[in-house]
């Protein structure tokens, strides 16, 4: 029978009245069926209790089992009782006394039978009536308790206490009652200890039922039925030690949470904690050592432990009410004083302080503090809990407490971190960073999980057991996982406790406007982090399942089935009620699995299709959206990460110190060395890794929404358009009719209108309305004609969908809008994507187009101009991007060009040069022209032209290229002077991008003019001067082509002011036109060579007037010049004869000092054939002016250092060849200005070079041409003299410069080698005299100028010279231009005694005379004395002896002879002779005095008596010193050990004899033996000096002198000799000890007497 509800009807399915008549029957039928047995009453009751309790154990029950089990549960399925809804309650209740029905239900009440218990409850008035139930309804329920029957027990407590919710005081006042539920609660934590037991589980639920119930209008309201349950279930003492107590409470907490009545049970278990603290002050001996020991009283606590992670909304509300006791003490905030006071005490110390000036008798420890307790929970509570995150809000506002503002005191940060310092709170405070983490894991972790709620309707549902019911929404997950990483980045964030951040600057992730709000100590709870609908859903579920379980028609078969905990025993007795019902039900029909998803599309969609397609595209678009959304914050995250990534690890300088012990035992250790070790050490930046760590839980979040499956909509929506697109394109197949093309087109331009960024950054949109389009635009717009124009306007409207549209874009469809389209693409190259334009050129095939249609001039020329605009739009630098545009835009460009060529060549040249002159084309628009003229275009990045379609050859005739010539000159020269930025920097910074391919261009004209005209005129064979004619036309046609770009120009005839073709930085570019200009020159010299004469207006002459006359300009810029220079070298200007115009203009640049023209030009003149230019038919005249200006121009560049060092100038071996030039042609007037230009402009020291070094060859050519030194086989200079002392002139003019170097002597020997080579032949001897006493006058010059330690090389190196050269012609030349030339008598004394000696050298076979030496001497007047003085000194014999005679000549008689002899005797006795030479030359005054002394005796009758002996006696004094061996000075040479005589043993020996014959021809009476006699009377002194003169024989060192000896001691002796016979001894003397000294033969020729005899007397 179907003892439940009728839930449509809302009544009882069965009457009630049955219900109570079964309800008696069935107690009447248990007291028959048991308590008939001797076991009746109470014990029989309790042995049935036991004997079930064996059933269970055996295998079988039973009867009186199986009956009694069966009588509890239709006990328990039936309803008699009024509860439920309203509607179905009785109209009254009757009463168990009174009811004469009722008589075995009373009867089972009176044996205290449970089920007549349980029965009264739900039938009589003792379940509906306070008073009935508190005066019997209370022992009957004590006794259902006690005999373990607490389903029954539960079902009266539901039943009957919301009766009492209005007057609680009935049931909570009730000691009985109070014991009874004790009892109840005790029972089953006796069953299941610390876990809820089923009944527990089922109170729970009946209180959140009442709770619900109570809420509602009509109810006594939720804080009475809270008030209620609360002071119930702690009216014990250890309440809170019971775990049934505190699992009902926790769900009486949340209850009240949920309701926002929380406030009613903090109350509550404040005051329960102010009493507990008040039974704790008592304290005995053992409590106050245990307060002592633990430093502070142990505090009461309604939760066991550091924190309660089971029942958490318990702990919530208690920690909520201990948290007052802080705060109304004053405790915390005297304890954070504390710690603010002074950062050295611990919490332990501050809490110690506070005690003692609160004067606070009951403290607890410093573990009881709440920012631990806070943190304890929070750390135990589960993950899913939803208090957690308040918990959590808890904790952060004691940590991130901030007391300077309340308390007044100096600002020190946070003061949660001082609460955290000791080792084991640091661990407390990592546990809770780790915490963090894994709570945010774990919300992470819930959002990338798909809810899976499975229902019966799905395959397989019937396998699960399970009823899976998610509480906490995907949003709720989300913005759970936000606050828990904020919360972790609050804890990690050091900064946020000491110091004040500024909120607004902190990272997104920390939340800042929360953050301030923590700062503020706003004691909000966090309400939007708990999911109250998700509470108020779990209450509802709990009643639900309560009344499920009460209206069932089945229930478990007994009170004592298998427990179940908690939810999980609701659900499940859920579950069996909802598949109890569904087995009742009639069965569902088999849905149809063949069904379409949508219904097929109607043929007439077409009328509505863009409507219907819109709809679906925006199904489709919304879809694109969000993914897009989702791709660019996980790019944004990605970057952020990426970023942040680096800093992760930091390097921080660390240092360790180790201690190394030694391992010997032996020795006494004074202690482990210490080492310590400094090092870098990485350090992870925990700011960093918690951003990373946040951003790396954003990602995933990403992810784990982009893994959701699209709704259903999303396919059908795409379905349906596909569906629609396939029915219009079949129906057009069928039937091609307007209306459906119509519809077609605007279909295709809708599609193209959804292509948004989204729609084609998501694939599936992309890859759907690709599809879509590209078939729409096979069939309806590409074979279109019409389409073409709206189609390219929709794809320039639209760059982002072009590359959809292009494929059906064919412009060719239509050639008449071909030119407008070709125009309107052209003009959007410059604005719009050059990928975009690129493609859409493409789809213009020109060279088809021109081919078929044939267009006129006209429409071509317009074509041209827009491709030209496109060009221009493009700009000189095309982008990478539109590289391939410009390339396809060219290409076009040539097929136009090429298309009837020449017809638009001219259009296209100004075309291209207006656009590069304005800067606006690129330089690869020249390939255009160049590929059109087959020529090599220049292969350029911007340009590469296909290989396919290549124009045809075409070509210019001769007029076209002339004109375009004169052309192109006149629009660069307008170009050059008509723009200001041309006139200061020329036309290259212009011109610079196409100037290589504008120079391929003027190749091509040139060479193409040059070879016509060239053929022309060899062909035609014209006369000379038409020939000369047409060279200097062609040459003037190609100056003018290039004049604008390579040469000086004026401005205006107004102004001398010139501007320049290019600057400095443009040489390289000048270099091109120049190298093209040279060689076109070139190449006309090429062509014209062999039939142009050697002299005239040949092109190599022309260029080199035009170079004169254009480049060589005052300021014209060195860099202009060396691009020339260099250029200009490479032609053949061996072949150039110049003239005398052509060399005088390098004079000219030299005299205007253009220095490096003049470096060029002589350049070029090292490369020419001088030889064949002078031996070519000149007239005299014209012969001589040009080796005139040769000359100087040799001298110009010869001084040139860098010329003459280039190995290819050619000026060096010119200068070689020049001394063989017939320079004695040269007039002496030329000579001397040349030489003064030598002298002016070269340096001196250049004469002491080496001969063959080359800044000295233009002295070997001016000695060449002075002909001083004749070469072989050249004519006599007749005016040789003259440039001969203009060449010395110059040349002891460089030498006086630098006399000091070395190689000064050696220049000037050489010197005298040359005039002593110079041919001088033909003049008579006076006049080669006197020319070479003039040069040596001139040479000797340099002597004068020098300084002494200078002049001494000099000196010694022309007595060198001299000495080598004693058959000199200039020996007496030399001795005249000595007396002439030198100013210093010791130059004199010596030049002119090497001379005398070197002339007497030179007459060795022949007797020589003295005169020719007497007549060349010249003593110099003003100077004698010092000169004969410096004679004496050195001494210089032959010059004094030479003077004797001169003097003798000029003072003639006895008187002159006696002055003469005087100065001889004082000369003598100043006199000693220092070398050979000068030891011979001595015997010259010997001769001289003895002559003059006999001449003196003889005729001088006025001579004194005693004068003759006294002159003798002066000559032997002189003689004495000459003749001894040994020194007789001094007290050694008194004593005969002077030292040995420096004179040779020939010129002692000649002077003992000397001396010898004259001391003995001095008489004993003073007189002189003058006249022959026979005997001989000898002095002392005499014989002595004859007697030592004879012991000379017996002397080895005078051994081979023995005959000389012999000879002179028989003169002597012999009485016949006289004085006057002493220049016979001395002859004999020279003939026998100097027979080979020339100077000494006048001794021998006047050593006769007679001959001095016979010598006239004046």
């Given amino acids: 029978m179907h003892w439940g509800f009728d839930l449509d009807k809302a009544t009882l399915v069965l009457d009630h009245a049955t219900h109570i008549e079964v309800a008696l029957l069935l107690i009447e039928a248990y007291q028959h069926a048991l308590l008939g047995k001797p076991y009746a009453g109470l014990v029989n009751e309790g042995i049935k209790q036991v004997s079930y309790l064996g059933s269970l154990i055996r295998s079988t029950a039973s009867p009186e089992q199986l009956f009694h089990s069966w009588a509890w549960g239709l006990a328990f399925k039936l309803r008699p009782q009024v509860l439920g809804p309203q509607s179905c309650t009785t109209k009254f209740v009757p009463d168990l006394k009174s009811d004469a029905e009722l008589h075995h239900l009373l009867t089972a009440v009176e044996a205290r039978i449970p089920l007549g218990c349980f029965l009264a409850f739900t039938i009589t008035s003792i379940g509906y009536s306070v008073d009935k139930f508190c005066s019997d309804g209370i022992p009957l329920l004590a006794l259902l308790v006690e005999t373990r029957n607490k389903k029954a027990a539960i079902l009266v407590l539901a039943q009957t206490l919301p009766l009492f919710y209005s007057c609680p005081s009935y049931l909570l006042k009730n000691q009985r009652f109070m014991q009874t539920m004790q009892m109840f609660l005790q029972h089953e934590g006796w069953t299941r200890q610390s876990d809820p037991g089923s009944n527990t589980s089922l109170l729970a639920a009946i209180i959140q039922t009442h709770i619900v119930k109570n809420a509602e209008p009509g109810g006594v309201g939720v804080a009475a039925v809270l008030d209620f349950w609360a002071n119930l279930l702690t009216a014990g003492s250890v309440w809170h030690r019971d775990p049934q107590i505190c699992h009902l409470l926790d769900h009486v907490c949340q209850a009240a949470f949920c309701y926002h009545m929380g406030d009613v049970l903090v109350k509550i278990f404040s005051q329960l904690h102010k009493i507990s603290l008040g039974c704790h002050g008592d304290k005995g001996l053992i409590s106050s050592l245990m307060s002592w020991v633990v430093t502070g009283n142990i505090s009461p606590s309604f939760i066991e432990g550091d924190s309660n992670g089971k029942n958490v909304w318990l702990a919530w509300t208690a920690l909520n009410a201990e948290a007052l006791f802080e705060e109304s003490s004053q405790l915390r905030k005297f304890v954070e004083m504390e710690l603010q006071k002074d950062l050295r005490i611990s919490a332990d110390q501050a809490l110690k302080v506070a005690q003692s000036r609160l004067k606070l008798q009951y403290v607890p420890t410093a573990q009881r503090l709440m920012i631990y307790r806070w943190l304890h929970q929070a750390l135990a509570t589960p993950l899913e809990h939803p208090l957690l995150p308040l918990i959590w809000q808890k904790f952060f506002l004691l940590y991130l407490h901030r007391p300077d503002k309340e308390n007044g005191l100096p600002y020190g940060g946070a003061i949660g971190w001082r609460f955290f310092k000791s080792s084991v709170q640091k661990a407390l405070l990592e546990n809770a960073k780790e915490r963090l983490g894994q709570i945010a894991e774990y919300h992470l972790k819930a959002l990338k999980a798909r809810p899976t709620t499975v229902c019966q309707d799905e395959p397989g549902a019937e396998d699960v057991d399970d009823f899976v019911v998610i509480f906490v929404s995907h949003d709720q997950h989300n913005r759970l996982f936000q606050i828990f990483r904020t919360f972790k980045c609050w804890l990690d964030y050091d900064d946020l406790q000491k110091t004040d951040p500024y909120p607004p600057s902190l990272p997104a992730n920390f939340d800042s406007s929360r953050l301030v709000r923590v700062f503020n100590n706003e004691q909000d709870l966090w309400l939007e982090f708990v ?465 290589e391919s504008l120079n391929n261009f003027y190749q091509f004209l040139t060479q193409s003019m040059i070879r016509v005209e060239a053929d022309t005129l060899l062909n035609s064979k014209p006369e000379r001067p038409a020939l000369l004619a047409g060279v200097q036309s062609l040459y003037a046609s190609l100056i003018t082509l290039f004049e604008p770009w390579i040469l000086p120009l004026e401005v205006d005839n107004k102004s001398s002011s010139c501007t320049y073709p290019w600057i400095s930085n443009d040489v390289e570019l000048a270099v091109m036109m120049v190298r093209l200009f040279t060689q076109c020159v070139g190449l006309i010299h090429e062509l014209f060579k062999s039939v142009l004469p050697a002299v005239g207006p040949s092109p190599l002459r022309l260029l080199w007037s035009s170079y004169c006359r254009d480049i060589t300009k005052v300021g014209v810029p060195e860099h202009i010049l060396a691009v020339f220079h260099e250029q200009l070298k490479l032609l053949p200007w061996a072949n150039l004869h110049l003239d005398i115009a052509a060399l005088e203009s390098i004079m000219l640049a030299e005299h205007e000092e253009w220095h490096s023209s003049v470096l060029f030009l002589g350049w070029l003149i090292g490369q020419m054939h001088w030889e064949e230019i002078i031996g070519a038919e000149f007239s005299p005249l014209h012969a001589r002016s040009l080796l005139c200006v040769l000359l100087h121009v040799l001298a110009i560049l010869a001084k040139e250092s860098s010329l003459l060092e280039s190995p290819d100038s050619g000026l060096d071996l010119l200068l070689s060849r020049a001394r063989t030039f017939p320079w004695h042609n040269v007039d002496i007037t030329t000579y001397k200005m040349v030489s003064d230009y030598v002298s002016a402009h070269y340096p001196a020291n250049m004469v002491l070079c080496l001969p063959e070094e080359p800044r000295a060859q233009i002295l070997h050519v001016l000695k060449a041409a002075s002909g001083i030194l004749a070469q072989h086989g050249t004519i006599a200079h007749k005016d040789a003299a003259e440039k001969s002392l203009i060449y010395l002139e110059l040349m002891v003019k460089m030498l006086s410069q630098d006399l000091s170097h070395q190689s000064v002597a050696f220049v000037l020997t050489d010197m005298l080698e040359s005039i002593q080579g110079m041919d001088i032949l033909g003049l008579p001897p006076e006049a080669q005299f006197t020319v070479q006493a003039n040069l040596l006058t001139e040479l000797l010059s340099l002597l004068n100028q020098a300084r002494p330690d200078q002049a001494k090389p000099l000196e010694k190196a022309l007595g060198a010279w001299f000495d080598s050269h004693p058959c000199s012609p200039l020996v007496l030349p030399a001795l005249s231009a000595a007396g002439r030339a030198l100013a210093s008598i010791q130059h004199l004394a010596t030049m002119t005694e090497a001379c005398i000696a070197d002339f007497f050298i030179a007459h060795c076979q022949t007797i020589p005379t003295w005169e020719p030496v007497l007549a060349t001497l010249r003593v110099p007047e003003l100077t004698q004395e010092d000169f004969l003085q410096e004679c004496v000194s050195r001494p210089a014999p032959l010059t004094l002896y030479a003077h004797v005679l001169q003097r003798r000549k000029e003072q003639p008689g006895v008187k002159g002879d006696a002055l003469v002899l005087h100065q001889l005797m004082h000369w003598m006795q100043q006199a000693f002779p220092k070398t050979e030479q000068q030891e011979s030359s001595m015997l010259l005054w010997w001769h001289v005095a003895q002559h003059l002394l006999s001449l003196q005796l003889q005729h001088n009758q006025l001579l004194p008596r005693g004068e003759g002996a006294h002159i003798m006696l002066g000559l032997v004094k002189v003689l004495l010193p000459l003749a001894e061996d040994k020194a007789s000075g001094g007290i050694l040479g008194a004593i005969g050990l002077g030292r040995r005589s420096p004179l040779s043993q020939r010129f002692r020996l000649a002077a003992r004899c000397t001396l010898t014959y004259l001391m003995t021809r001095q008489l004993p009476d003073e007189s002189l033996h003058l006249v022959p006699t026979s005997t001989l009377q000898l002095m002392p002194q005499a014989a002595q000096a004859l007697s030592s003169l004879e012991n000379l024989l017996s002397n080895k060192q005078y051994q081979e002198f023995q005959g000389v000896i012999e000879y002179v001691c028989w003169f002597i002796k012999e009485p016949k000799h006289t004085l006057h016979d002493a220049n016979t001894l001395l002859a004999s003397l020279v003939d026998m000890l100097y027979p080979k000294t020339v100077h000494l033969a006048v001794v021998c020729m006047r050593a006769e007497p007679t001959v001095l005899a016979c010598q006239p007397q004046s």
């Fill in 531 to 995: 999911d109250m609908n998700a509470l108020h859903e779990h209450s509802i579920l709990a009643q639900e399942a309560w009344l499920s379980l009460w209206f069932a028609s089945r229930v478990l078969n007994t009170a004592h089935n298998s427990p179940t905990t908690g939810l999980e025993s609701v659900q499940t007795m859920v579950q069996s009620f909802l598949q109890d019902h569904k087995v009742q039900q009639s069965p569902l029909p088999f849905p149809n699995r063949h069904r379409a998803p949508l219904q097929p599309v109607s043929p007439a969609c077409h009328l509505k299709a863009d409507k219907l397609v819109c709809m679906d595209l925006q199904v489709l678009t919304h879809q694109a959206e969000s993914a897009a959304r989702r791709e660019a914050q996980q790019a944004t995250l990605d970057s952020d990460f990426l970023e942040y990534l680096p800093n992760l690890y930091f390097n921080k300088d660390s240092q360790v110190m180790l201690k190394l012990r030694c391992n010997q035992t032996e020795q006494l250790c004074t202690g482990p060395a210490k080492i310590t070790l400094k090092f870098a050490e990485a350090h992870r930046d925990k700011h960093v890794a918690e951003r990373l760590q946040v951003m790396g839980g954003e990602i995933e979040r990403l992810q784990a929404e982009a893994c959701n499956t699209p709704t259903h909509a999303v396919p059908a929506a795409a379905v349906h358009t596909e569906n629609i697109i396939t029915a219009l394109i079949n129906s057009h197949k069928n039937q091609h009719s307007s209306k459906v093309q119509e519809v077609g087109e605007m279909l295709f331009y809708l599609l193209t209108d959804f292509v948004t960024d989204e729609t084609r950054r998501y694939p599936p949109t992309r890859q759907f309305l690709s599809s879509c389009i590209a078939i729409l635009g096979q069939v309806f717009i590409a074979p279109v004609e019409s389409c073409c124009s709206r189609l390219l306007e929709t794809m320039l409207a639209k760059r982002c969908i072009c590359t959809l549209l292009s494929p059906h874009f064919e412009p060719n469809v239509a050639p008449t809008h071909f030119p407008q389209m070709l125009n309107r693409v052209a003009r959007c190259a410059a604005t719009e994507s050059g990928d975009t334009i690129f493609m859409l050129l493409t789809k213009f095939r020109v060279a088809q187009w021109l081919s078929s249609t044939q267009p006129p001039l006209v429409l071509r020329q317009k074509i041209v101009e827009d491709m030209h605009g496109a060009l221009c739009s493009l700009g000189p630098k095309p982008t990478r991007a539109k590289e391939a545009l410009f390339g396809l835009l060219c290409q076009q460009w040539q097929h136009v060009l090429t298309f009837q060529f020449p017809d638009l060549y001219g259009d296209s040249l100004k075309l291209l040069l207006n656009g590069c002159a304005e800067q606006i084309l690129s330089p690869g628009c020249w390939n255009v022209l160049l590929n059109s003229l087959c020529l090599n275009p220049i292969a350029s990045e911007t340009s590469k032209p296909s290989s396919l379609d290549q124009p045809a050859p075409a070509k210019l005739s001769h007029a076209q290229v002339k004109e375009t010539v004169k052309w192109l000159s006149t629009f660069f020269r307008s170009q050059r002077l008509d723009l200001n930025e041309a006139l200061s920097f020329g036309l290259y910074p212009m011109w610079k991008p196409h100037l």
